[in-house]
């Protein structure tokens, strides 16, 4: 997966459109640049830029350790720690609408090369602190969202170890179900069907002493 930069760069001359040629004509040969296009937000007072300053930098560390969290258990759980994983088509970036083919979502390269403001989601006539808000809020949904998703995944790896040791173990041990069909169980008024696990070397003794081993124990009464 490529690496990206994500930078912000002073409007030469207030051109935004001549910066991002200079950039372009300056880092042609090392990298290739899309352009991100933020709007106008709305600036408000110096007093409120000073106390955003402040939140800012908290909220800041908050998000950058819940995206740094997501980075992790993708790489390490999910398919982004294998290009050829099946799954890694299925990674996606963007707001859900609840539809399957939900055109808003994108994988997370082409989000990046085509971003576009989420107007809908981030009104431009809200003030920055609410902006803010509105992804801090987001980000730790996200944040719930994700730790529930791995108590969930670590339940069911749990369960599945627990599994596969039972089947990797004896018959005293492992389930009967790849052994026994239903037409092996006979339940009635006067007969009880009875599994026993014996090993191989006793086998033998086994058919030859069970009918003894309990009263009523109908002769011939094994299917091995």
């Given at each position: 997966?490529?690496?990206y930069?994500?930078i912000s ?6 051109s935004k459109?001549e910066t991002f ?12 640049n899309?352009?991100m296009?933020v709007p106008?937000l709305?600036v408000g007072?110096?007093?409120?830029l000073?106390?955003l300053s402040d939140?800012?930098?908290r ?8 995206v ?5 258990e ?7 720690h294998?290009p050829?994983?099946?799954l890694l088509p ?11 083919r ?9 989000y990046?090369k085509?971003?576009?403001w ?9 003030t ?5 808000g509105?992804?801090t809020?987001?980000v730790?949904g996200?944040d719930e969202e994700v730790k529930g998703f791995l108590l969930e995944?670590?339940?069911?790896k ?11 173990g004896g018959?005293n041990?492992?389930?009967l179900?790849?052994?026994v069909?239903k037409r092996?169980?006979?339940?009635t008024?006067?007969?009880?069907t009875?599994f ?5 070397f006793?086998v033998?003794t086994?058919?030859?002493e069970y009918?003894?081993?309990?009263s009523?124990t ?7």
């Open positions: 997966m490529s690496v930069w994500l760069a002073p409007a030469e001359s207030g459109e040629k200079n950039l372009k004509r300056m880092t042609s040969e090392m990298a290739d899309y352009k296009d106008a709305r007072t110096l007093d409120s000073m106390t939140d800012l930098e909220q800041d560390r908050y998000v950058e350790g819940a740094h969290r997501f980075e992790k993708l790489l390490e759980k999910g398919p982004l294998d050829k994983h099946p299925l990674v996606s970036v963007g707001r859900d609408d609840g539809n399957e939900n055109k808003n979502r994108k994988p997370p390269e082409e990046l085509n971003f576009e989420d107007q809908a989601r981030f009104p431009i006539k809200s920055l602190p609410e902006l803010v509105i992804i809020k987001m730790v996200a995944y670590n339940s069911i749990s369960s599945l170890s627990t599994a596969e040791r039972k089947g990797q018959l041990a492992k389930s179900v790849e052994f069909e092996d169980v006979v339940a008024d006067k007969l009880n009875v026993c696990a014996v090993p191989k006793a033998q086994f058919l030859s009918e003894g081993y309990a009523f109908p002769a011939e009464g094994r299917e091995p």
